[in-house]
Structure formats: structure tokens, C-alpha cells
């Protein structure tokens, strides 16, 4: 790989994610989580996409007899279980890299805080995931190519990555001044959540091939489920030790 193809694809992958970043980190405006943690988190997102990457290797490996497995339509019964499989091992990477980097520290001491770092853990696993995503694009179609695929997993994939996160992070929330068993539940139920969102959008995806009308409504769909996140910010801001 050249170092103009790693740059441009490091720029493309890295710099949309801190933008998106920023925007929600102002959701938490009047809390600000300190910098280490955020800084932390998201680099243990993007640390964990190599952990994510030998998984996903794994599971194709073992569903598909081979680890370079081509998904494509139609669905069988073996592909559905590797777009599970991947789903499952990327939002767990995500929940391992925001508990490392600041789930459990002292800092983590309202219940919106769950939020803030699942979605930062998520933008740092987009950075990088797109940086490689990108590198690919660039090396076999040109800095086009590479730029049309960087401005549709701005505006789809990342926001898959901040959706299904932050949906682990609103349970997170909900149970944040549970105790016990009612507490892992709703984390249980959260990633849980987290899964099924990663899922249904990857399949959508796959189904979409060819159709840009059925693309156009899974990313309507991946909006209108930012738009339900925003709300839920709202949701628990108001949530009360009691």
C-alpha cells in the first residue's frame, strides 16, 4: 500500500468520525465527560476492530469453509448465520472497548454517561473500519471510487455503528441505578438490541444490491433511527436516582 493510498484513507476514515464525534459529545454539553476517557474510548473502538477481524475471519471460516467468504444474494441459512455471527462480534467489541476505556472508571457516574461512550467506542470502531474499507476502494478503483465509498458509510454505516452502540447504551442507561440481576438484564437486553439493529441493517443492505430505491430506504431507516437515538438522549437525561 502507498503512503498517499494509507493518508487519503486514514483522512476518510478518521476525520468524518471525530465530526460525528463532536456533534454528539454536544448532547452531553452541560456534563462534559473528561477527555481522557473519551480519548481513550475511542481509541480502544478502533483497537478492537483487529480483535473483531480474526473473529469475523473465524465465523466465516467455520460457516463458509473458508475465511474470505463473498457474502452475497441470495440469503441461505449459512450466510444469515455469518451476518449473525459478525454482528454479534462487532457490537461486543464495541461494549469490551467502551467498558476498558471508561465504563468502569469513576468518572462513569450518570446514567447518560453509557451513551457517550458506547457511541464514542462505535465511531472509533467506524474510523477505522472505514479507513480500511477505504484503502481497499482506493487501491482497486482510484481516489473516486474511494471518496464515493467514504461519503456513503458517512452517511449509512457509521450511523449504523452510533445507532446500534447507542441502543446498548440506552439500556445501559435505563438500568444505570439498578442493582443486581435487573441491572444485567437490561444490559443483556441492550446488547441484545445492539445485534438485532446490525443485523436487520446488513441484511437490508445485501438485499438492496442493485436497487437504489431499497437503498435509499434502508439509509431513511438508519436516519430515522437517529432521530429515535436524539430522542432517547432526552429520555435519559431525565432519569433520577429513586
Known sequence: MSASTLFFSLL????????????????????PEPRSLIVLSFM?????????????????????????????????????????????????????????????????????????????????????????FLAGAIKTGGFVNGLDLGVLRFVGASLLHVVA????????AIGFYKRGFMKKIDALLGLLAAICLHTLFNLFILKSEGSSMYTFTVFAFVWLAVILLLVGFEKVKQIREG
Open 44 to 132: 480502544w473502538g478502533m483497537l478492537v476492530v483487529l480483535l473483531a477481524l480474526v473473529g469475523e475471519q473465524w465465523v466465516c471460516g467455520y460457516f463458509m469453509d473458508t475465511p474470505d467468504c463473498v457474502v452475497n444474494p441470495p440469503i441461505s441459512r449459512n450466510i444469515l448465520l455469518v451476518i449473525i455471527g459478525w454482528a454479534i462480534i462487532e457490537e461486543t467489541c464495541k461494549l469490551i472497548a467502551s467498558y476498558i476505556g471508561a465504563l468502569r472508571a469513576r468518572d462513569n457516574d450518570e446514567p447518560i454517561d453509557s451513551l457517550v461512550y458506547l457511541i464514542t467506542a462505535a465511531l472509533g470502531f467506524a474510523a477505522l473500519e472505514n479507513t480500511l
Open 165 to 172: 452502540s447507542g441502543a446498548l447504551g440506552f439500556f445501559l
Open 12 to 31: 476518510g476514515g478518521v476525520i468524518p468520525a471525530l465530526l460525528w464525534l463532536w456533534y454528539w459529545l454536544r448532547e452531553d454539553r452541560l456534563h
